[in-house]
Each structure stands twice: as C-alpha cells, then as structure tokens.
C-alpha cells in the first residue's frame, strides 16, 4: 500500500541550481533522499541551525522543515519568506505557546492530550487556520517523553474526531533511547498498525540514528536533522 500524500495548497518557491550537488548538505541531502523508500517523506529538522542553511537545503528542493522552539523558528520563518516553506512543529508542546504555533506552523506533530487538542482546536478557530495535527502516542515506558496509550488514543478518539479546526492526520511517536534496533522497528510497527486501525495516513516516526528501521516499519515522515544539517550551531536551550 502506498501512503505517501501529497500537501495541497503548497507549492515551495525556489530556483533549484543546475550545478553539480558538491557541497555538504547537497551530498548528504541527495544520499537520504537517495536511500529512503517513496512511501517515506523527508523532514529536514533545522532546529539550531541558522536560516542560511536551511535556505541552501530548500534550494536543493526541500520544501518541509521541522522546528522545536516557536522563537527560534518565527525569525527563521520570517527570513525564508520568500521560498513559500511547509513548517512542521514537533517539539513539546507547552498550552502557552499553543496560539504562536498555530499561527506560524502548517502541521504539529506533538498533541499528546484531549486537552491539548481542545485548545489546538480552539485557537485554530479564532485565528481562522486548520492546522494538520499528528497526536503523539507512547506505545513503550519511556519516563522522559509524553503521548497517549493506545488504549487513551481509544477511549478520546471520537471526541478528537469532533473537534473543529483540525485536520488530525496521523500518529507520531519516539523510539527509547536505549531500545535495540529490532526492538525499534517493533514498536514502530506497532503505531503504523494503530494508525491503519484508525484510518489515518501519517506516521512520524524515526530520526537521524532510526529513520532506517521506521521506514521499514511504514513511517510517511521521517525527522531529520543531524544526519541531514550536521551538528548544531545555534543553542536551543531556551524555553519555546
């Protein structure tokens, strides 16, 4: 079964270079796109890095960029104007940040709660946007990040499903760190079927060190950020 979906409405402006791909970011860039199955999207995570190379990396043709941090994205956003970009929110997701993310960002992928959503949907209405929403799901003990169980997702989805002013997609969820990688592509596996039970296309799963095996597993997004950008450069140690 094929999942990739397209983005209606988006459409990046950019003037693609006829040069050989030489530098850096074009090389690595062409080796993930190179390496990923068609059912699998890139996401280029630029957090920490600076609106330079996220505009050198859209003009190789890369239209959707991940951000985790509303004011280090919004100066970024407002810079790369011109290039008309598909930014994704995909860090944690505080309710005082809820109406600056709506505003600025196309797709969220870390509602991990009714109440959560029921601001989401809230805000997205008064602001007069539909944001496309991924809900964060935790399918394994991980005490460092958030998201619903299975059975949560369950027992609110079709209160989620009744809410205005969201397009709810999909499902994203991150591996342990400490998870083996068969023990990865399991639990990856195990949100891509949750996602089909729901009828839903998206799965964000995987990053720089396990896009591998999400792919494998069915993942439509894969995040990507130091394997794509290389080590940070900018800190991004401050509150969203």
């Given at each position: 079964?094929?999942?990739?979906?397209?983005?209606?409405?988006v459409?990046?402006?950019?003037?693609r270079s006829?040069?050989?791909?030489?530098?850096?970011?074009?090389?690595?860039?062409q080796?993930l796109?190179?390496?990923?199955?068609?059912?699998?999207?890139l996401l280029?995570?630029?957090?920490?890095?600076?609106?330079?190379?996220?505009?050198?990396?859209?003009e190789?043709?890369?239209?959707?960029?991940g951000?985790?941090?509303?004011?280090?994205a919004?100066?970024?956003?407002e810079?790369l104007?011109?290039?008309?970009?598909?930014?994704?929110?995909?860090?944690?997701?505080q309710?005082n940040k809820v109406?600056?993310?709506?505003?600025?960002?196309?797709v969220i992928?870390?509602?991990?709660?009714?109440?959560?959503?029921e601001?989401?949907?809230?805000?997205a209405?008064?602001?007069?946007?539909q944001?496309?929403?991924?809900?964060?799901v935790k399918l394994?003990p991980?005490p460092?990040k958030?998201?619903l169980?299975?059975?949560?997702?369950?027992?609110?989805?079709?209160?989620?499903?009744?809410?205005?002013g969201?397009r709810?997609?999909?499902?994203?969820?991150m591996a342990?760190?400490?998870m083996a990688?068969?023990?990865?592509?399991?639990?990856?596996?195990d949100c891509?079927?949750l996602?089909?039970?729901?009828?839903?296309?998206?799965?964000?799963?995987?990053?720089?060190?396990?896009?591998?095996?999400?792919?494998?597993?069915?993942?439509?997004w894969?995040r990507?950020?130091?394997?794509?950008f290389g080590p940070?450069?900018?800190?991004t140690?401050?509150a969203?």
């Amino acid at each position: 079964m094929d999942r990739t979906t397209s983005s209606p409405g988006v459409s990046c402006s950019i003037k693609r270079s006829s040069e050989p791909l030489t530098d850096s970011f074009a090389a690595r860039w062409q080796v993930l796109q190179a390496a990923r199955p068609t059912s699998s999207r890139l996401l280029a995570v630029s957090k920490g890095h600076p609106a330079a190379s996220v505009r050198s990396v859209a003009e190789l043709g890369q239209c959707d960029f991940g951000e985790s941090r509303v004011q280090e994205a919004l100066p970024k956003q407002e810079e790369l104007i011109d290039l008309n970009l598909r930014w994704h929110f995909i860090g944690r997701l505080q309710s005082n940040k809820v109406r600056p993310v709506v505003k600025a960002f196309d797709v969220i992928h870390s509602v991990d709660s009714l109440a959560l959503a029921e601001r989401v949907s809230r805000i997205a209405v008064e602001e007069g946007r539909q944001p496309e929403v991924l809900l964060q799901v935790k399918l394994r003990p991980d005490p460092s990040k958030g998201g619903l169980s299975a059975d949560e997702l369950g027992a609110i989805w079709s209160d989620l499903q009744a809410l205005p002013g969201l397009r709810i997609s999909g499902l994203m969820t991150m591996a342990p760190l400490e998870m083996a990688a068969d023990q990865r592509k399991a639990l990856f596996s195990d949100c891509r079927a949750l996602a089909d039970r729901l009828a839903l296309a998206e799965c964000s799963m995987g990053m720089s060190t396990d896009w591998k095996e999400a792919a494998e597993a069915g993942s439509t997004w894969l995040r990507i950020g130091s394997a794509l950008f290389g080590p940070r450069l900018v800190s991004t140690d401050a509150a969203n």
